[in-house]
């Protein structure tokens, strides 16, 4: 995987860490001050006579109402063609000019433009950039083709998991110990999730960012440790489930950016730091739901065709792989849904399209997607046993069973590596890796089955046999009958960088019914457990548990069920 590096400018006495953050020693001595600017300038592509390049510049002075942005090529690389900004070149020197539409810059505004070159020879980055005269720090860097910068961060490793411990959440695990019996699963590491704005400072006396990157150091001691974070606060999000809607409204990605992304990449940046092995989750449910609940499907929701219109969940999506991304030792998994969402024909393809169009947009590349995560924050079985998606029972096919219903896979084992097939095939990285979500979809207990059905149908062959119990794969809210799934367990298969805990077990996902709260978080008929269901699942009941609180609050029902009905069993 490739990474970036930060080029400080001789022009200022600099402060900076081992990443792209820097700040400039005030002259007056009054503290520091940050920089007047910066650029991300990313090589995308490069081939032996050309390449392209995006550029974006992030203002830091006072608003602008038009900006000129200069560097000069060491080498004899020539601008062919851009987009985004008029660009002209005079020798070595290059002005990129704004457009009559993106003149405006605000303070800690940024403006993105790229194009397209040509070069022989070498084709290193620019040292020194100017706006409107004055210097800007640079973060360089970018693609595939890149060789390792002996001065600058060490590479990532191709599987963060293997070789190092995982953080446990000191503030889940004394939940769970609280719990009886819970002390056998209370030392299980799990993901911390920033849901909202004030989760990164620390909200309602929960530890915030740096509290727990700061006890994930500890807890590492002299070896190898990977913390978990969960970066979901898309404006509009989870346009299909009110449970999950966050705070931020559905054309506030200026907010997103500025109030959430930033700040996050920020404290990661922080060279104390630099030592964790830190993965990301990238905002969970939100591109497979611009694929599956948009347009004509029975299945679509207005507020996601919002979405997809206003393009915020791509442009988020992008933002933030290319904000983490620039810091070297930050793993970034974007959330690729579920077989019992994803696995169908008419949606395989598209989702994966839709993840490489996100993770091109607003300066980031693929190279800043180390991999995907499947199952997050679901019960999807990690692998069915008693069928197969080849099985034929009384002349039909495992695939026609209303269970089934024409999905391609059948657990999600099978569907993640198939879908890490198609990832690659759509331009991602050959060596990317899948995690899967094992927190809940474990299904132990007495209704464990323990062979195939009868064979008098394809529904009594596959309903028989089949260990994830509900009443249907497109339930998701506090599922009854789940169990703890296998534990956290670094490259457990072929393409699987690790099997997690990324949503802490016992933690809620939608309140039973409508609870006031200032998280932004609304009452979702599916978390009632007497809802009778709706297109997306196919009219089924809810399948949910009762008397659940809001979610991400402690369900110590839930989490007790969980525990009764783990498999692996727990001992």
């Given at each position: 995987?490739?990474?970036?590096?930060?080029?400080?400018?001789?022009?200022?006495?600099?402060?900076?860490?081992?990443?792209?953050?820097?700040?400039?020693?005030?002259?007056?001595?009054?503290?520091?001050?940050?920089?007047?600017?910066?650029?991300?300038?990313?090589?995308?592509?490069?081939?032996?006579?050309?390449?392209?390049?995006?550029?974006?510049?992030?203002?830091?002075?006072?608003?602008?109402?038009?900006?000129?942005?200069?560097?000069?090529?060491?080498?004899?690389?020539?601008?062919?063609?851009?987009?985004?900004?008029?660009?002209?070149?005079?020798?070595?020197?290059?002005?990129?000019?704004?457009?009559?539409?993106?003149?405006?810059?605000?303070?800690?505004?940024?403006?993105?433009?790229?194009?397209?070159?040509?070069?022989?020879?070498?084709?290193?980055?620019?040292?020194?950039?100017?706006?409107?005269?004055?210097?800007?720090?640079?973060?360089?860097?970018?693609?595939?083709?890149?060789?390792?910068?002996?001065?600058?961060?060490?590479?990532?490793?191709?599987?963060?998991?293997?070789?190092?411990?995982?953080y446990v959440n000191p503030e889940w695990s004394a939940n769970a110990a609280a719990e009886p019996g819970g002390s056998r699963v209370s030392g299980q590491p799990t993901g911390v999730w920033l849901d909202r704005i004030a989760a990164i400072n620390g909200a309602g006396g929960k530890m915030g960012l740096r509290d727990h990157l700061d006890e994930a150091l500890r807890q590492k001691g002299s070896g190898e440790l990977v913390v978990q974070f969960v970066i979901y606060n898309l404006p509009g999000r989870d346009c299909?489930?009110?449970?999950?809607?966050?705070?931020?409204?559905?054309?506030?990605?200026?907010?997103?950016?500025?109030?959430?992304?930033?700040?996050?990449?920020?404290?990661?940046?922080?060279?104390?730091?630099?030592?964790?092995?830190?993965?990301?989750?990238?905002?969970?449910?939100?591109?497979?739901?611009?694929?599956t609940n948009t347009g004509s499907r029975p299945t679509a929701v207005p507020q996601c065709d919002v979405m997809k219109a206003n393009g915020n969940y791509v442009k988020g999506v992008g933002y933030a792989l290319n904000k983490l991304g620039d810091v070297p030792n930050v793993y970034n998994y974007v959330d690729a849904g579920h077989h019992g969402w994803i696995g169908w024909d008419d949606n395989f393809g598209p989702t994966a399209a839709i993840m490489k169009e996100a993770a091109t947009a607003e300066g980031a590349?693929?190279?800043?997607?180390?991999?995907?995560?499947?199952?997050?924050?679901?019960?999807?079985?990690?692998?069915?046993?008693?069928?197969?998606?080849?099985?034929?029972?009384?002349?039909?096919?495992?695939?026609?069973?209303?269970?089934?219903?024409?999905?391609?896979?059948?657990?999600?084992?099978?569907?993640?590596?198939?879908?890490?097939?198609?990832?690659?095939?759509?331009?991602?990285?050959?060596?990317?890796?899948?995690?899967?979500?094992?927190?809940?979809?474990?299904?132990?207990?007495?209704?464990?089955?323990?062979?195939?059905?009868?064979?008098?149908?394809?529904?009594?062959?596959?309903?028989?046999?089949?260990?994830?119990?509900?009443?249907?794969?497109?339930?998701?809210?506090?599922?009854?009958?789940?169990?703890?799934?296998?534990?956290?367990?670094?490259?457990?298969?072929?393409?699987?960088?690790?099997?997690?805990?990324?949503?802490?077990?016992?933690?809620?996902?939608?309140?039973?019914?409508?609870?006031?709260?200032?998280?932004?978080?609304?009452?979702?008929?599916?978390?009632?457990?007497?809802?009778?269901?709706?297109?997306?699942?196919?009219?089924?009941?809810?399948?949910?548990?009762?008397?659940?609180?809001?979610?991400?609050?402690?369900?110590?029902?839930?989490?007790?069920?969980?525990?009764?009905?783990?498999?692996?069993?727990?001992?």
């Amino acid at each position: 995987m490739s990474r970036t590096r930060t080029a400080l400018l001789a022009a200022m006495a600099l402060v900076a860490g081992a990443t792209g953050t820097a700040f400039a020693v005030d002259p007056g001595g009054a503290g520091i001050a940050a920089v007047p600017c910066t650029v991300d300038y990313k090589i995308q592509n490069q081939w032996s006579t050309g390449f392209t390049a995006a550029v974006t510049l992030t203002n830091n002075s006072a608003a602008k109402s038009s900006w000129s942005l200069k560097w000069s090529y060491a080498g004899n690389q020539k601008v062919t063609s851009g987009w985004n900004a008029k660009i002209s070149q005079s020798g070595a020197a290059v002005t990129a000019a704004n457009e009559t539409y993106n003149g405006q810059l605000a303070t800690g505004g940024s403006v993105s433009f790229g194009f397209q070159g040509s070069y022989s020879g070498s084709n290193a980055i620019p040292a020194t950039f100017t706006l409107d005269g004055v210097t800007c720090n640079v973060d360089g860097g970018g693609g595939p083709t890149d060789p390792p910068d002996p001065g600058g961060p060490s590479t990532r490793v191709n599987n963060p998991y293997e070789g190092a411990k995982v953080y446990v959440n000191p503030e889940w695990s004394a939940n769970a110990a609280a719990e009886p019996g819970g002390s056998r699963v209370s030392g299980q590491p799990t993901g911390v999730w920033l849901d909202r704005i004030a989760a990164i400072n620390g909200a309602g006396g929960k530890m915030g960012l740096r509290d727990h990157l700061d006890e994930a150091l500890r807890q590492k001691g002299s070896g190898e440790l990977v913390v978990q974070f969960v970066i979901y606060n898309l404006p509009g999000r989870d346009c299909s489930a009110l449970a999950s809607n966050g705070e931020l409204k559905a054309d506030e990605i200026g907010r997103y950016k500025t109030e959430y992304i930033d700040p996050i990449k920020a404290i990661l940046a922080d060279p104390k730091y630099a030592s964790l092995r830190i993965v990301t989750t990238v905002e969970i449910d939100s591109l497979p739901n611009l694929v599956t609940n948009t347009g004509s499907r029975p299945t679509a929701v207005p507020q996601c065709d919002v979405m997809k219109a206003n393009g915020n969940y791509v442009k988020g999506v992008g933002y933030a792989l290319n904000k983490l991304g620039d810091v070297p030792n930050v793993y970034n998994y974007v959330d690729a849904g579920h077989h019992g969402w994803i696995g169908w024909d008419d949606n395989f393809g598209p989702t994966a399209a839709i993840m490489k169009e996100a993770a091109t947009a607003e300066g980031a590349t693929v190279n800043d997607v180390h991999g995907f995560i499947t199952n997050t924050a679901n019960y999807s079985a990690l692998k069915e046993d008693n069928f197969t998606i080849n099985d034929t029972v009384a002349g039909k096919s495992v695939r026609e069973s209303k269970w089934v219903d024409w999905n391609r896979y059948v657990d999600e084992l099978s569907y993640a590596q198939g879908f890490r097939n198609q990832l690659v095939s759509a331009g991602f990285d050959a060596n990317i890796g899948m995690l899967i979500d094992t927190s809940r979809n474990g299904w132990g207990g007495a209704a464990r089955p323990t062979g195939p059905g009868a064979s008098t149908s394809v529904d009594t062959y596959v309903d028989g046999g089949r260990y994830d119990r509900r009443l249907n794969a497109g339930n998701w809210c506090n599922q009854a009958g789940a169990g703890l799934g296998e534990r956290p367990k670094a490259a457990p298969a072929a393409g699987i960088d690790a099997y997690v805990w990324m949503k802490p077990p016992g933690e809620s996902d939608g309140a039973s019914k409508q609870i006031p709260n200032d998280e932004g978080k609304g009452f979702d008929r599916m978390c009632d457990p007497t809802y009778t269901g709706n297109p997306r699942n196919n009219n089924n009941m809810s399948g949910a548990l009762p008397d659940a609180p809001l979610s991400g609050k402690w369900f110590s029902a839930q989490f007790r069920q969980l525990m009764q009905n783990a498999y692996p069993p727990l001992s």
